[in-house]
């Protein structure tokens, strides 16, 4: 069964945390950037994090921030994945990951110029600049960090890194179906998308989104029912990240 993985980023609140494992998130996201109404400190994710039960992941979420800043996260609480969300280059994400020793993610804030060119050229020069780079985050440029909300061209997206993309930006409840089956990404991360105020989580919604993007996983299924039983393993050609 083709399977689209869904974080839900920006988790403030214990029973928003209950309610996205409930609904079958694989991996929650917290904001460890001061100026995001999603910030959680380094000591309330220590608390949030003992509510993670196994095989959820915790991915903790960077604004250019320093390798002090990132170490004191890393110590407090379990963290499977850095993601870097500001204007880190490749060789800034490699040297803080390297030191704490945990994959990332970058963000690339799309432009309504950018090219497909220019996403695969990014993608090149992430992964030859570190073992621990996981995947691209496409996001939706704004004058701030963070998508706001709003959708960029998924028709930017080459054919050949969409399997191994996380899809951001603008995702909701009402066009994740068509967005996980025009572009099949590897991953989507949603925040803003299934909130009732910023910071706090609807639980509805949260629950309606995961069922949205499995309807579109069963529509991939149907189209092409064998395309994911290569038995490929991670790392080979074929397989996704």
């Not at 497909?116 to 570190?130: G, I, N, Q």
């Not at 996980?180 to 309606?208: F, H, L, M, N, T």
Request: aromatic fraction near 8%; charge should be neutral.
């Amino acid at each position: 069964m083709h399977r689209t993985r869904i974080k839900i980023c920006g988790i403030t609140r214990e029973e928003d945390l209950r309610a996205s494992v409930a609904a079958g998130a694989d991996a929650l996201g917290f904001v460890f950037y001061p100026k995001s109404p999603r910030y959680v400190a380094p000591e309330r994710f220590a608390q949030l994090a003992k509510g993670l039960p196994p095989y959820v992941s915790s991915v903790a979420l960077f604004v250019n921030a320093s390798v002090e800043e990132v170490k004191a996260v890393v110590d407090a609480a379990p963290v499977a994945l850095l993601q870097f969300h500001g204007d880190e280059t490749a060789e800034e994400c490699a040297r803080i990951a390297g030191i704490v020793k945990r994959p990332f993610v970058h963000a690339y804030r799309v432009k309504p110029d950018t090219a497909p060119m220019d996403l695969l050229e990014c993608e090149l020069a992430y992964r030859a600049a570190s073992p621990w780079f996981a995947s691209l985050l496409l996001d939706t440029y704004v004058d701030a960090y963070g998508g706001a909300g709003k959708v960029f061209d998924w028709s930017l997206i080459p054919k050949e890194l969409a399997p191994r993309v996380v899809l951001s930006g603008g995702l909701s409840v009402q066009n994740a179906t068509s967005a996980v089956a025009r572009v099949r990404p590897y991953a989507v991360d949603i925040s803003s998308g299934v909130e009732a105020a910023k910071g706090i989580k609807d639980a509805r919604k949260i629950a309606d989104f995961i069922a949205a993007v499995r309807a579109a996983d069963a529509i991939i299924e149907s189209e092409h029912p064998h395309e994911n039983s290569t038995g490929s393993s991670p790392g080979e050609p074929g397989s996704r990240p």
